[in-house]
């Protein structure tokens, strides 16, 4: 049966000050009244009901997790050890209740629109593993734009089912290109970006893991040996710290020879940062994106983000952000966004927790 | 005996969001502990115990002046007629206490270093008036700069008392120029500006406004006759409203013959808008101004003003304004400050009376 495993563990770093440490961009409504992780349990809704929805977070996160979605199953983990071990660690505890199981792996931080072309998609790829159980299928984005901030995916020969192409082949994995190389991608027409949503067999990417992995398979062996035991949460710590963090493009979609995409027919922001504000946001008669109570003075093309009972006030700004969240305010200009990271370090640095 | 009047009744409005209606720049710490308005009378100590001290403001504003100052005297107007009848009410007030008394008229907004300093020109403009009751006495600022947001005086001969200059006769007074302007007055080494503070007889003063603004002085009279009387309320409401605003450069300076000026001993500054911040605090190495929480990622000369409770953030930004004061947040660069009053404005307009 179909399981889903939302990951859920990430920090929303560049979403600072919005996203804080205790409240990370997925426990957010960026858009719309849902949470982020609520939104993406709500989208396979029909699909997967809730006792078959498994979402992975932080211990720190999991209080927070539960409260906003009571009803599915919850992992902590007890550590951050990449998206390999997170993945294996989900595979573990749906193999435990389904061995028969199919994993769709999703992070909780991404917009798709609309839920009924997502699970279009996501359908089309049990069908992909319905022929042929050892395949892995990934979920390619037509870009947009030669985004820098993506992996991309080139599709190789396609997957005729029936008379219809249902997916292609992965030729490649990609690693974030600088400018030029996403221009050759985009121009190229064959490469997708990486929206990290996986559809596979539980059993099979646990045998990856085991094949390609196998450090980091014994480990994660030793916590399904334990699995619904006494001894758990002790063997849980000691084998999941032991680990050695690897992404699972790395640890095994680069390695397996039978990956495929399938090019998503859904719209897709991964919300990586202010400017997606912006994107998924109506911009008014000046270009600016609007939250709460703003006051512009020949202000153009800006994100302003705030609340209804706080003010701000802008004068001659151009392709600026100006978010107030909480206890703190950023000012930056959009071009300027991606070094948040830099400021949330330097508040680290200065242990200016209460701000984080 | 010397009487000092303080007029605050300004609304700081260029200061905002620190000064807000209820508390306009003159009733906040701008630098120090203690008020601007407390620092004026600090100011005088010891020169005009607080007796002889008088602060004309606000109805709106008397309650927060009493609180901050309990022991001078305080004259509330019933509404804003500019300063020509601010002064001339402080002057009726004063004369009913002391016939004889020279008045210093001081805005409460300005920050003046060292009060000793203050004191020695408040000394020799005595002098001055010792030997001339019906002079008019200005303390007029070298400028440091072209500023076009300051009215100027122009000096003419000098005023020689036992070998030694004490003031000038003044030529003319000058409204604020543009750059140009401004340039030349400050090349001629013969204009200084205009600090808005004078001294004088209090009955010279009031005889000049009969001469100069009979109406004006109609309505200040039948106040003056009703001082101390049960009337004196309603007669004040009456009369003052009726009275036609001018300001006291315009209805008595720039028509009086024998108006003098001395050259300030003392550092000198309006604290206009948010650059006086930059102007009186300490920029640290890369040119900000800062006060409250600050982390700036490739920030320089910025003006950054907060509080230690709240973070700001600014990143790649340069010659900008941030402020966070209350409920509200402005953000500008420090070219376009002016702009605030417009943005107040606006505010207005939308009636978002809780941010003004």
């Known amino acids: ?38 939104s993406t349990v709500d989208r396979v809704a029909g699909l997967v009901p809730d006792d078959r929805c498994t979402i992975v977070t932080s211990q720190r996160l999991a209080a927070a997790v539960r409260t906003q979605l009571p009803d599915v199953n919850l992992i902590a983990e007890p550590c951050k050890r990449d998206t390999a ?68 995916v080139q599709r190789g020969k396609p997957i005729v089912t029936d008379g219809q192409v249902v ?22 027409g064959s490469f997708y970006w990486n929206s990290g ?21 014994a480990h994660l062996d030793a916590i399904g040996a334990a699995w619904g035991d006494a001894s758990i949460d002790s063997v849980l710590d000691e084998h999941f710290a032991a680990i050695i963090g690897k992404s699972i493009d790395y640890a095994v979609m680069e390695r397996h020879d039978r990956v495929c995409v399938i090019e998503a027919p859904f719209e897709w922001d991964d919300v990586g940062s202010w400017q997606a504000i912006a994107r998924l946001g109506e911009p008014d008669s000046r270009g600016n994106c609007v939250r709460g109570k703003h006051v512009g003075i020949d202000t153009k093309n800006c994100i302003v983000y705030g609340s209804d009972d706080h003010a ?35 508040l680290e640095r200065r242990q200016l927790d209460e701000f984080l």
Chains 1, 2 share one sequence.
């Open 1 to 38: 049966m179909l399981h889903a495993v939302i990951m859920a563990g990430g920090s929303g770093t560049r979403f600072w000050p919005a996203s804080r440490r205790d409240t990370p961009k997925q426990l957010l409504a960026v858009s719309g009244d849902r949470t982020m992780i609520q």
């Open 85 to 152: 071990a997170c993945i294996g660690l989900a595979a573990i505890a749906v193999l435990a209740k389904d061995p028969d199981a199919t994993m769709l792996v999703m992070p909780s931080d991404h917009v798709i629109e609309t839920a009924a072309a997502f699970q279009q998609a996501v359908t089309r790829g049990e069908r992909l593993l319905a022929e042929d159980s050892q395949r892995i299928v990934t979920f390619g984005i037509l870009p947009s734009y030669p985004a820098e901030s993506f992996g991309y």
């Open 167 to 188: 997916g292609y082949e992965v030729m490649t994995f990609r690693e974030k290109p600088d400018l030029p190389t996403a221009r050759e991608y985009c121009q190229s």
């Open 197 to 217: 949503i996986f559809l596979w067999r539980a059993s099979l990417i646990l045998d990856l893991i085991r094949k390609f992995e196998p450090v980091m398979a």
């Open 312 to 346: 701000i006030v802008t004068i001659a700004l151009d392709e600026m952000i100006v978010v107030r969240a909480g206890n703190a305010t950023l000012v930056a200009p959009k071009h300027a966004e991606e070094r948040v990271r830099e400021a949330v370090k330097e």
